[in-house]
Nanobody
Framework: QVQLVESGGGLVQPGGSLRLSCAASGSIFSNYYMGWYRQAPGKQRDMVATITSRSTNYADSVKGRFTISRDNAKNTLHLQMNNLKPDDTAVYYC?????????WGQGTQVTVSS
């Protein structure tokens, strides 16, 4: 069984930065794809960024501002978020999976407001 625990969310002013972390317990292997998703109130959950052993992928709205990274030795996933905007306000979720397995964290709130 895999458990994912996010941290690092909070309140930040527009233009500010936050770094989200996701700690994975259990057996997360380097071949798992991992990613960050977010869900704003009243909206669907959308992909923010994903990472595999070979590539990264970003939503157009965060390209150039967010950076996803992973440390396989420590079973951790990070999301560095710079130049944050009010539209980035959402609950951010960590995800890990394969073609047949899917795991989600409980989410961490990010609020961008002056």
């Amino acid at each position: 069984q895999v458990q994912l625990v996010e941290s690092g969310g909070g309140l930040v002013q527009p233009g500010g930065s936050l770094r989200l972390s996701c700690a994975a317990s259990g057996s997360i292997f380097s071949n798992y794809y991992m990613g960050w998703y977010r869900q704003a109130p009243g909206k669907q959950r959308d992909m923010v960024a994903t990472i595999t052993s070979r590539s990264t992928n970003y939503a157009d709205s965060v390209k150039g501002r967010f950076t996803i990274s992973r440390d396989n030795a420590k079973n951790t996933l990070h999301l560095q978020m710079n130049n944050l905007k009010p539209d980035d306000t959402a609950v951010y979720y960590c995800h890990a999976g394969t073609a047949t397995l899917s795991y989600w964290g409980q989410g961490t709130q990010v609020t961008v407001s002056s």
